[in-house]
Each structure stands twice: as C-alpha cells, then as structure tokens.
C-alpha cells in the first residue's frame, strides 16, 4: 500500500519539471536564430546548455 496517492506524486513530478520545461520555452527563440548568430554568441548558448545539462543532472541526483 502506498503512502501517498498517485495523484500527488504526479503533481510533485509536474512542479520538479516545471522550472526545466520555463527553461526550454525560454530558449526557445535562442534556437531559432541558431543560424544568424555570430560566433561568440553561438559560444554563450553553448555554454548555458553545458550548464542547464550539468544543473539537471545535479537535480535529478545522476551523474549520466
């Protein structure tokens, strides 16, 4: 028998990924314009996707 209700699990699961998906959408336009971009901004979104990658797996509690 289980402690808590599905419900809420999923819930708990919705508001974990909630702050990853704002991420996603935010970046949204960054990706569009991939291809005007000049170099060294090409390498500042690089850089934040290194970092969003290291930031989710340090949430998650993995080092895959």
Same mark, same amino acid.
């Given at each position: 028998? #289980?402690?808590?209700? &599905?419900?809420? @699990?999923? &819930? =708990? $699961?919705?508001? *974990?990924?909630?702050?990853? &998906?704002? *991420?996603? &959408?935010?970046?949204?336009?960054? %990706? *569009?314009? %991939?291809?005007?971009?000049? /170099?060294? @901004?090409?390498? /500042? *979104?690089? #850089?934040? =996707?290194? @970092?969003? /990658? +290291?930031?989710? +797996?340090?949430?998650? $509690? $993995?080092? @895959?």
């Amino acid at each position: 028998m #289980s402690i808590h209700p &599905l419900w809420l @699990r999923l &819930l =708990v $699961g919705a508001l *974990v990924a909630l702050p990853l &998906l704002c *991420v996603v &959408l935010l970046s949204f336009p960054a %990706w *569009v314009s %991939w291809p005007f971009l000049p /170099t060294d @901004r090409r390498q /500042t *979104v690089l #850089s934040f =996707v290194d @970092r969003l /990658t +290291k930031w989710a +797996k340090a949430i998650s $509690g $993995g080092s @895959r």
